[in-house]
């Protein structure tokens, strides 16, 4: 340890925000050269603040209450502008918890990661993108990020940020919405990089497994809380088909097709897909990043149009685009995208984002408009001081609980959860399953919950539906597909 170089040192860092909450208690940290440290902690610890802070980008608003940052031997909360845009240019490569937001949806694939590069050849840009496990063979780098999957946008962005060939990568839960398989390869190859570029590798993350598997050294933010019990599994009818299995009923899509084109190479996303979810029953959607779980979920909520096959509720065509649905059909569905911090609007407080769908569908009378916003904060674990707080003033597990607020505001029949637990630390996540369980049995509210935490989806599912390669591979009762382990 004493013969391996310190590039990044905190002493003693706290930031709050002046009246208001404490982003990051006092933390030390030291990141050496050929190391990976992982961050942990309970969601709304400062994972996310401590590593903005290494870059110097403190959240709005924020002020260093006490402490230092030193990076490579520079003061980053004392350099000027020009010097630090240097500095991350370089020699410090950032990856945030939404890295969707910060990939141009204009640009290609090859054209993000060459844009910064070091050597922007189209060798070396396809050396990286494989390196990072990602298909080149199959028309990726051509495609634009909003093609891609959550988990392939998220390792394009890790290759963005390794072109540069970083002194320091910076990573905020660089696993979210992976499945176990590129958890474990994402996983080995931090530690290969540690090792051979020697770079020093800091994550922030919730995942145990990923730790172990990589972390040399990890400094714990909080206080660690033994995981409650998992509830037994959710009530299935007797004959274990899904509640409310009338025919007809509920949200159903028969016969999806949906591809993408790119330069003349097409790539479908959706080949025939059929799927059904009953009133008051929870359904997962399961399968490899890029499988097509998030493109299904986007033609369930009307965001984007299918090529081919037809959407009904409760027996009844349903258009395919979201505006063409009436107000009622919109309100009676919602989604919870993947990514909150690029969901939510960075300009409104969390009381204002709450308050517009409960007025747009006139969900709360005039008057009690400030009590309900209280109450669907509440509803997800959050204080009702919140409401004057702005996105930039949360967690990544805050932000993804104001978005399952915003999306139950109108009182939806089905609610389309997209990787909602994948940012949220054990406890968190269960706390949330929990709260959507709740919902599912008082409101008799339809989940379609899209996951890779095979755990949760079952405990907490009836059925589920298993993609592969843009296809439905199998389905039926979750506890004959995934069952529950305790």
């Known amino acids: 340890m004493t013969d391996t170089p310190t590039v990044v040192g905190v002493t003693d860092l706290e930031i709050r925000v002046p009246d208001g909450p404490v982003l990051l208690a006092r933390t030390s940290l030291t990141l050496r050269r050929g190391r990976v440290t992982a961050l942990t902690g309970p969601s709304g610890s400062g994972k996310s603040t401590l590593l903005r802070a290494v870059i110097g980008d403190l959240p709005a608003g924020a002020h260093v209450t006490s402490g230092t940052v030193d990076v490579l031997g520079h003061d980053v909360l004392a350099l000027p502008a020009e010097r630090l845009r240097r500095l991350r240019r370089h020699h410090v490569a950032y990856v945030g918890q939404d890295p969707a937001s910060a990939l141009d949806p204009r640009m290609r694939v090859r054209r993000i990661v060459a844009e910064t590069a070091d050597d922007p050849s189209a060798r070396a840009v396809r050396d990286l993108l494989a390196e990072c496990r990602l298909p080149v063979d199959d028309g990726l780098p051509d495609r634009r990020p909003g093609t891609l999957s959550g988990g392939q946008q998220r390792r394009v962005a890790l290759a963005r940020a390794l072109a540069r060939r970083p002194d320091v990568l910076l990573l905020d839960e660089p696993t979210a919405g992976l499945d176990t398989a590129l958890r474990d390869d994402i996983g080995d190859l931090l530690r290969h990089l540690a090792t051979t570029r020697r770079i020093a590798v800091v994550l922030a993350c919730h995942d145990p497994e990923l730790v172990a598997r990589c972390a040399d050294d990890v400094v714990d933010l909080g206080t660690t809380t033994r995981p409650r019990p998992r509830p037994a599994a959710p009530a299935t009818a007797t004959d274990d088909r899904p509640l409310a299995d009338a025919a007809g009923s509920g949200l159903a899509a028969h016969g999806l097709d949906v591809t993408f084109t790119q330069q003349g190479r097409s790539y479908r996303a959706l080949a025939g897909v059929g799927f059904s979810a009953a009133p008051g029953s929870a359904t997962g959607v399961v399968g490899p990043s890029g499988s097509g779980k998030t493109t299904l979920l986007r033609v369930l909520a009307g965001l984007q149009r299918p090529d081919a096959g037809t959407l009904t509720l409760d027996g009844r065509p349903l258009p395919a685009v979201a505006r063409r649905r009436d107000r009622t059909q919109q309100r009676r569905i919602q989604l919870v995208p993947q990514n909150p911090l690029g969901a ?38 959050l204080p009702a001081g919140f409401a004057r707080r702005y996105p930039h003033e949360l967690s990544g597990g805050q932000r993804q609980r104001v978005s399952i607020a915003r999306a139950l505001a109108p009182g939806p029949d089905v609610l389309l959860c997209d990787e909602v637990t994948s940012a949220l630390d054990a406890d968190t996540a269960v706390t949330v399953m929990e709260l959507l369980t709740r919902l ?3 409101r008799r509210l339809t989940l379609v919950l899209v996951s890779h935490e095979l755990h949760l989806v079952g405990a907490y599912t009836d059925t589920v539906h298993i993609l592969d390669a843009g296809r439905v591979a199998r389905s039926g009762p979750t506890h004959l597909l995934i069952p529950v382990t305790r």
Not at 344 to 373: E, M, S
């Open 440 to 442: 599912k049995a008082g």
């Open 344 to 381: 939510l609007n960075p300009a409104r407080t969390i009381g204002a984002t709450l308050t517009r769908p409960l007025r747009l569908h006139r969900a709360a009378p005039k008057g009690d408009v400030a009590d309900r916003v209280a109450e669907l904060l509440d509803d997800v674990g």
